[in-house]
């Protein structure tokens, strides 16, 4: 059926330092990813997404990369701050059924 | 934050109650979603809806049901609350932007059934 596997399920890193997760989905007919952040008490915040025709997408610190023929997705963040402290999933969308298909998640800690 | 809002936004009851949360949203999206979030297990689709009156199925929709009378509204109720339905509940619209569908989320609902 539809899965994501998303690893690690926690990541803690040093100030400035690089955090990188990754994400395994099941579906070869998905075409969409996005990521989402969500700190404590928080709904989940959209942050980055990438296409299925794009190997690659930066938005400052953030990237995500993305292997169809792995059917595996990347979020890469650089420079890590205290206010990246949060919960990080994954997600690939289902065309055919209009759904998301959610990662479990991944706790990042960024020590000061 | 898309024009959605969810009441209420926290909610204590007991076991064997009934219980709606409601979830409203300004913008005419078509595509309306309910979640559970529960520690361990991330983000789990409870019920959809894909217009007025056209709701489906999601991965852990025992004990829920779910209507959607009005493009604006669309409810879910536990017909008889159980302790293992505390939780967040979370439900977002799917908004297209540039030819692809994107999903954003409403403030959340805590419940604890006592």
């Known amino acids: 059926g539809e899965n994501v596997e998303q690893h690690p399920s926690t990541l803690s890193v040093q100030e400035g330092d690089s955090a990188v997760i990754k994400c395994t989905y099941s579906d070869s007919a998905s075409n969409y990813f996005p990521w989402y952040k969500q700190e404590l008490g928080k709904r989940p915040q959209l942050i980055i997404d990438i296409r299925s025709n794009v190997g690659e997408k930066k938005d400052q610190r953030i990237a995500v990369t993305l292997n169809k023929t792995a059917k595996h997705f990347s979020l890469h963040i650089t420079e890590t701050q205290p206010e990246d402290s949060a919960v990080y999933f994954c997600?690939?969308?289902?065309?055919?059924?209009?759904?998301?298909?959610f990662g479990s998640g991944t706790r990042l800690l960024v020590r000061p | 934050d898309a024009g959605i809002t969810q009441s209420p936004r926290h909610k204590v009851t007991e076991t064997g109650t009934p219980v709606t949360l409601r979830c409203h949203q300004t913008e005419n999206h078509r595509y309306m979603y309910w979640y559970r979030q529960d520690p361990g297990h991330g983000l789990r689709l409870i019920h959809y809806s894909y217009g007025v009156k056209d709701t489906d199925k999601g991965e852990v929709s025992d004990g829920y049901s779910v209507s959607r009378s009005k493009t604006e509204d669309f409810l879910l109720t536990l017909e008889s609350a159980t302790s293992s339905q505390t939780s967040v509940y979370f439900c977002?619209?799917?908004?297209?932007?540039?030819?692809?569908?994107?999903?954003?989320f409403g403030p959340g609902t805590r419940l604890l059934v006592l």
């Open positions: 997600a690939a969308w289902m065309d055919s059924s209009y759904k998301l298909i």
């Open positions: 977002a619209i799917s908004r297209l932007a540039d030819n692809q569908e994107t999903q954003y």
